[in-house]
Structure formats: C-alpha cells, structure tokens
C-alpha cells in the first residue's frame, strides 16, 4: 500500500469539485487497471468506477461510441480504426509501456522458423490492434503481405483456443496470452515485436465525458492516480506478480518474467507532438500496405485537455 493515502482521498486539486454521486464507466482489460490500483492501495475513490472487461482495445471503441464507456486503452490501432469508421472518441493520455510481450508465436515443435516461412500458412491475428499493424510490418520485409498467408481475424479467446487445438500454424498476440501459450502449449517465440511498435498506448474518452466538469475532474483524478500506480508497480514487481498472477491464471514466475524483461518501465504521460506523429505514422504504414484505402489526418483525433495534469501544472 501507499503510505499515508486516507481512504476515499482525492488526488487531483481539481477533483475536489466533483459532485456527490459522480460515475465513471471505466474499460480494462483481465488483470487491469482495477486490480491494480487496488493492489497499489490507490482504489477507494470518492467517485464511483463501474469496471467493464474487454478483450482488446478495438472492442473498447466499439463500446465508446455506442455510448457506454468513459475511458478506455489499447494500442495506437484501435483508435485509427475508430477514427477512420467516424467513432466518437478522442486521446488524452499515453501510456509508454512494453512491447516484448507482443510476440508471433508458433507450436513448441513447428518447423517454422522465421517470418518468411509463414507464407501459405494459418496465421492467427486480431483485426485493428497491434498485432494487425506488427504482422504486417514483419510480412513485408521479407516480401510478403496478408495476401501471401491464411490470415485469419479471431477475437483472443478464439486465437487462444485455435492455437490450443492446432488450428493454426502461428498466432501474432499480446499480452498475459503469451505467457498462457508458453506455459499451457510450450508455445515457441517465433519473433518478438520489439522495433516494431512505439510501446504507446492510448487512453481515450468520448468528448462528451471530457467536456463534463464532473467526469473531467474524476478522469483526472484516475490519471494521477495511475501515474502513482504505475510507479507502485515499478518498485514492487513481486507483489504486483502475486496480485494479478491468481487473476489472469499464469504462473507468479511467469508474471515476473515478463515485467523484469519490459522494453521500457511503464509510465502515464501527456498528449505531446511525437505520440501524435507516432500514431501518424502508423496510419501511414497501413496506407502504404493497402490496409486502410485513404489518406488520413489523425491530429483531430487528439485532445490535450489533462496535459497540465499529467505534467503536474495542475493548480
């Protein structure tokens, strides 16, 4: 626990204004965001959270901009997607985080063993997420493309259980489902997605949310406090392992294995000029790859409405 954190206190000077009866509809993913302030003793708000369980961050946009969520994250993808199908959502903070958990992974015994033996086979991947963007990074700098394999679009569950029964000939994944592959399957890396990805990952919120005092104040209130988790989680690997491991159903070693190999610590910052370029550029791979079919400016997708917050400007 944090020392010195009165229950219900609020974190953000600006949250003080937040009126009795306040709620936020939060999305996260197994493992997320919840149990983690919980584990971090940064929980009881004063503010009431309903948490809501997706599997990947484009299901989180879908949700959004049926009117259902108020915060949510996933990768640069989902976004773009969201943002080219009209979603009604915008950016407000960057999550810089790991990407040597997002992996293609083939069978512990697959005559596999590079990129370009890929070509012709059953390859598992979700639509609008990191994995569509990396996968086809990877394909085309040895010459192929989704046209040149058996892509197959599975939500995670689905992926999960095709690549369980030998439905697939690799899966391109993120996350927990990894090491759950390693350990359940002996599931074998077959390339990690490092220098692939930019490690950003994006909160977003709908604009109505942003623009209500009361939701503002509470979302900048979760921000901080996360900034504060996500140090907690930093300096206590072991406890972190041991909160989420029960939860998500993989091995405390296997938890810690993966933290102590992150591509970078895992920290909560600002909307600045690079995160949008980043995500620019993203787009523009998509449209060189035929992903996407038209040219787009992602800079209306962005909102720098808790940049003061989040730079601790906030008066």
């Not at 979302?219 to 392992?241: I, M, S, T």
């Not at 370029?277 to 992602?298: C, E, H, M, P």
Request: no cysteine.
């Amino acid at each position: 626990m944090l020392a010195g954190l009165a229950p219900g206190a609020l974190i953000s000077p600006a949250a003080a204004a937040i009126p009795t009866g306040t709620r936020l509809r939060i999305a996260q993913y197994k493992g997320g965001d919840r149990l983690l302030l919980a584990a971090a003793g940064l929980a009881d708000t004063p503010y009431t959270i309903d948490w809501a369980e997706f599997a990947s961050g484009n299901l989180m946009v879908e949700a959004m901009n049926g009117g259902s969520l108020d915060l949510a994250y996933g990768s640069e993808i989902p976004p773009l997607f969201g943002h080219l199908a009209g979603a009604n959502i915008r950016v407000v903070a960057v999550i810089k985080g790991d990407v040597n958990e997002q992996t293609v992974l083939v069978p512990k015994d697959s005559p596999i063993r590079s990129i370009a033996d890929l070509k012709g086979k059953r390859v598992g991947y979700v639509r609008a997420t990191t994995t569509h963007y990396y996968l086809t990074k990877m394909l085309a700098e040895v010459g192929l493309g989704f046209a040149d394999i058996q892509a197959i679009n599975l939500s995670v569950p689905d992926g999960a259980a095709a690549f369980r029964t030998g439905q697939l000939d690799a899966w391109a994944i993120y996350g927990y489902s990894v090491p759950l592959a390693q350990t359940s399957v002996g599931a074998r890396v077959l390339k990690r997605a490092t220098g692939y990805l930019s490690g950003n990952y994006l909160y977003f919120s709908p604009p109505e949310a942003i623009a209500d005092p009361a939701r503002n104040a509470a979302l900048a209130d979760v921000f901080l406090r996360l900034q504060k988790a996500f140090a907690w989680r930093q300096a206590n690997p072991e406890r972190y392992a041991e909160a989420i491991a029960p939860e998500i159903g993989v091995p405390v070693e296997a938890v810690l294995t993966l933290l102590k190999n992150e591509s970078q610590p895992r920290r909560l910052a600002a909307v600045d000029e690079a995160a949008i370029r980043s995500q620019q550029d993203v787009a523009d791979t998509f449209l060189k790859s035929g992903v996407i079919n038209r040219q787009v400016d992602l800079r209306p997708l962005w909102d720098r409405s808790f940049e003061p917050v989040l730079n601790g400007r906030a008066g």
